[in-house]
C-alpha cells in the first residue's frame, strides 16, 4: 500500500509538471509574439483594399509608441477588401475621426499608424476605424524624379544639338 502512494506520488508530480510547463511554453510563446495577458485591450476594425504584406502580430502605433497588435487578417474576396483585426490598449480613446494608417518602413517591415484626433464622437470595441495607406518611399522616389528626368532629357537634346552644331 506504502509503495502504491508512493507511484501515484511520482505520477502526480510528473504530471503536475508537465503541464506547468506546457502552460509557460504557450505564455512564452505568446509573450514572444507580443501579447501581453496582464493589459486590457479592445477590439477594432479596419478595412484596406490593399495591405501589402501586413501580416498578424505587428505592431500598432500611435505618437511613435506601441499600443496594440494586429490581431487577425481576414480577406472578402467577394468585395475586394481585406478587414484587419486590432486589439489596441484600453485606455486609448478613439473618435470617429481617428485614421488607422497602413505604414512601413525602409526594410520592408509594415505597421499600422493611429492618427487620433480630440475632435468627433468617441467609438466604442468592435467599431471601424477610418483607414488609409502611407505613401511609400517609392512613390516619393518617382514624384520627385519625374521632374529631374524631365530636365535631365532635355539637357540632352540640347547637347545632342550643340554636338551636331560642332559637327
Not at 33 to 44: A, M, R, V
Not at 49 to 63: F, G, H, M, P
Not at 115 to 137: H, M, Q, W, Y
Not at 150 to 159: A, D, G, P, W, Y
Amino acid at each position: 500500500h506504502k509503495q502504491l502512494r508512493m507511484i501515484v506520488s511520482k505520477e502526480v508530480k510528473v504530471g503536475a509538471f508537465m503541464v506547468s510547463a506546457l502552460v509557460l511554453l504557450y505564455l512564452g510563446f505568446n509573450f514572444l509574439k507580443g501579447i501581453d495577458f496582464f493589459s486590457s485591450t479592445h477590439k477594432y476594425y479596419a478595412v484596406y483594399e490593399n495591405v501589402d504584406k501586413l501580416a498578424e502580430s505587428n505592431q500598432i502605433y500611435l505618437n511613435g509608441y506601441a499600443v496594440g497588435r494586429v490581431r487577425k487578417i481576414n480577406i472578402q474576396q467577394s468585395r475586394n477588401r481585406v478587414i484587419v483585426e486590432m486589439n489596441i490598449n484600453a485606455d486609448i480613446t478613439l473618435t470617429n475621426t481617428s485614421v488607422a494608417v497602413l505604414n512601413g518602413d525602409l526594410l520592408g517591415g509594415r505597421f499600422i499608424e493611429l492618427f487620433v484626433s480630440n475632435a468627433g464622437e468617441k467609438i466604442n470595441p468592435r467599431d471601424t476605424l477610418k483607414s488609409d495607406v502611407a505613401k511609400g518611399i517609392m512613390d516619393l522616389i518617382a514624384k520627385n524624379a519625374e521632374p529631374v528626368a524631365n530636365t535631365l532629357q532635355t539637357t540632352l537634346k540640347k547637347f545632342n544639338t550643340l554636338l551636331d552644331n560642332l559637327n
